[in-house]
């Protein structure tokens, strides 16, 4: 049955290949011929997530209007049915193993590359080159997989070659342009085209490196280390609150996004802690407001002492502190808490005096449920808080 289903992979990526490569536009009875035989012969040989998409774009084409399509367009349009088809690719396959169970919290302090490339061979080069240095790399072969892993797990950088079918590295950058700017991540552009004309494009296209084939190890090496600290010294001004060196508000929402993806992807739990100072204006009120800023990065300090590197603290504002415990229950939160809470009532601050501790109060919300959103979670940890207070 193998060879049944390789010869059918084969002739939907010729056929495609061949309608992307022409400048012209392609029939809607042509669309048509194709989706309905790929329908009924991929049910026959086992196929049925790719019949099931040729039989969803069907019913999209019927609503066409019987248009003729440019191949922009086109392109688009039969996207969902070309991802499909690389999940049945054998010779296709992801280079990182249980790269679809990883998560941006397993790898949290290390830098992040992904690889975009059509040659396996190069890229098991690259990504044992680049893993010499520290860094954790992915590298891919699908587009579909590659535009997956970066809204994932964004990467802290990304390597894109040109020419790879069905859906090139120009047309890859141009699907994440959005994503690559609002996040700040450095994209290098590598191929064997090194004319000018391509690398004005790559530069329009918002690329901020760009590397001719064959690739020089040593200097890839060090190109991706200048990006990387780039990378990190913008984190550090915009994701990081300057007086208590927990991340900022806005890089709340990314992250919180990223675990639900996990969620959905791998099924694991995590939990969100909301976290407030008691009695804090009165800090400010009695003993002055540099006073309250030491208790605050006091407070800080403490808890990214005490939780693993794979959970994120998170100033939400004034004395109010968000926890995201990657990986967590709800159960296991609330012990996490309540030994943190402990504990931090016991520190002296010396700007209080040997007197005065300082106390928190803190609700946990457990999110198990991939839909819901990061208001509604916060509002419950904010309930709970309201009852531990």
């Known amino acids: 049955m193998d060879k049944y ?136 072969i699908h587009p579909a ?44 552009i590598i191929s064997v085209n090194d004319d000018k004309l391509t690398r004005l494009r790559a530069y329009e296209l918002g690329a901020d490196d760009f590397l001719a084939k064959p690739i020089d190890m040593e200097e890839l090496c060090a190109r991706m280390a200048r990006q990387l600290e780039k990378k990190r010294r913008l984190n550090n001004s915009l994701f990081i ?27 694991e739990v995590f939990s969100i802690a909301v976290i407030d100072l008691d009695f804090f204006k009165q800090i400010n009120d009695q003993y002055g407001h540099l006073a309250g800023d030491q208790v605050l990065a006091g407070f800080a300090r403490y808890i990214k002492q005490n939780v ?16 995201l415990l990657h990986g967590t229950n709800g159960q296991e939160a609330e012990l996490l808490l309540n030994r943190l809470r402990e504990g931090f009532a016991q520190l002296k601050f010396s700007s209080l005096g040997e007197e005065r501790r300082v106390t928190f109060s803190a609700g946990v919300a457990e999110i198990t449920n991939h839909e819901t959103t990061m208001l509604a979670c916060i509002e419950l940890a904010d309930q709970a808080l309201y009852r531990a207070k």
């Open 145 to 188: 997989k590659a535009v997956s892993y970066f809204y994932d797990l964004s990467p802290d950088c990304f390597i894109v070659d040109i020419n790879i079918p069905h859906l090139n590295g120009f047309q890859v950058i141009e699907l994440l342009h959005k994503k690559i700017m609002q996040q700040f991540i450095p994209t290098t």
């Open 5 to 140: 289903r390789n010869s059918l992979i084969a002739s939907i990526q010729e056929q495609v290949v061949a309608w992307f490569d022409q400048n012209a536009h392609v029939s809607h009875t042509d669309i048509y011929r194709f989706l309905h035989s790929i329908k009924g012969t991929a049910a026959t040989i086992g196929l049925n997530e790719l019949s099931l998409a040729a039989d969803q774009l069907l019913e999209q084409l019927q609503e066409s209007g019987g248009k003729a399509w440019p191949t922009a367009e086109l392109r688009e349009f039969l996207f969902p049915l070309i991802q499909t088809s690389y999940q049945y690719d054998a010779n296709r396959e992801i280079l990182l193993e249980k790269a679809e169970l990883l998560s941006r919290a397993s790898v949290q302090g290390e830098p992040m590359v992904l690889i975009l490339d059509d040659d396996p061979t190069l890229l098991k080069y690259l990504k044992e080159g680049l893993e010499k240095q520290g860094w954790v790399v992915i590298a891919t």
């Open 308 to 323: 693993r590197n794979t959970d994120e603290l998170i100033r939400y504002g004034g004395e109010e502190f968000a926890l």
């Open 241 to 267: 609150d300057e007086l208590t060196g927990a991340y900022n508000r806005k890089y709340l929402h990314d992250s919180f996004e990223r675990q639900l993806a996990s969620l959905k992807r791998t099924g």
